[in-house]
């Protein structure tokens, strides 16, 4: 098959390119840590724990955390009256590939210093599992669930953790991790099965069909039966 002969299937079936991690953490400088007070803070704190930093972006703070003591740190960082980041904006997760470490990211906002902040914690892939900080920030209840649904960390402590965008019974994995195939570890067919055998169950929640019951199922409608006086016509649109 020649360039000409190809289409845009050609790269689903090729499967996803690698990222080169190592490009990807030399963006950006090591800073000075005395321009951002919460580094050198955390520096100075925590020492080893803190195990790099790096300014990216032009003036996104970036530090590396020892995931085994991320609660400790980012409890200090919320609660500390130099530091008050009493804002959690987000917690994500990226995955290089290639066997690396999925890193977990958290990007906070102190309302009251005006300061940002993103930490990151390194998790090999043999040990995903971190602390969850929904007792310290509550819109990391979700965020989490996010993180463990498309990435599969788990987070330790949570109070409610289970997928949130994927079904529960979802059996393919985790569709962000690099190692995911683009059309899913299913083949069509079989994708194609168990979609034309779920139950209508199957998009409730088990606390929503314990309070609802079963829910409602409109018969179908046979033709020339839609009700006296009323052709089936009028029921386009």
Known sequence: MTDDDKSGLDAVDAGPVPSDASEAAA??????PEDHASVSALLEKFGDAITRHRLAAGDQWVVWVDPARSLEILSWLKDDPDQRYDMMSDVTAVDYGGGQPINVVYQMFSTVHKHELRVRCELPLDALEIDSVCGLWKSANWLEREVYDLFGVTFKGHPD????LMPDD???GHPLRKDFPLRGRFSRIEQTRRALNQDVEHYYSADDLARGGRPQQVPPVEVGTLGEGQPETEMEG
């Open 27 to 32: 963006v950006g400088s090591t800073g000075d």
């Open 170 to 172: 979802y059996a393919e």
């Open 161 to 164: 953790l289970r997928r949130i």
